[in-house]
């Protein structure tokens, strides 16, 4: 039984596509937590966001991107698990939640979700500056563009999203 199973094994492996192991690993590889985040107006303005819990995941060429911020930790439901619209649409409006494939240049990441919040973001794109110091991601997220091309009104203005993240 031990030897047909290490030649089915063997068979397969040898019959499937060969992957690159070390081209899917990059520098942005594995768990990261947010840890500052600011919203750099085009007038110079600088408006700070205190970051809640967040996940921030690089795997391969797959991301996850999920956080909240907020001016404190959001509050909970009046009855607990069963949100009311009202506290839904709050909680909404302080989140970024996406996930799918990325592509990476000496100073560029641009994601492209297969899945998120906004449906039209599905799709899309999202470009940003990074930089990389040890354990620290800095993301200056300057371009944001639904599955059709149309702008975030916010970046189209020239708004950047500056984010901090600390890897764990």
Known sequence: MKI???SLLMLLVGCSPSVDL???????????????????????????SNPQESLLLFAGNYYS????TG??????????LRPTDAE???RF???????GHFELSEDELTIHPDFAMLPEYVGGLGVFNYELDGDALYLEWHTIESVDGISD???AQGVVFNYEFTRQ
């Open 4 to 6: 047909m199973t290490i």
């Open 88 to 90: 839904k649409l709050a």
């Open 153 to 155: 009104p916010n970046t």
């Open 93 to 99: 409006s302080t989140l970024i939640v996406n996930a």
């Open 71 to 80: 001016e404190l930790p959001a509050p909970f439901s009046a009855e607990q």
């Open 22 to 48: 070390e081209s899917l690993n990059t520098p942005l590889e594995g768990v990261w937590k947010l840890t500052a985040a600011e919203v750099h107006a085009p007038n110079g303005q600088i408006f700070p």
């Open 65 to 68: 991107m999920n956080w909240a």
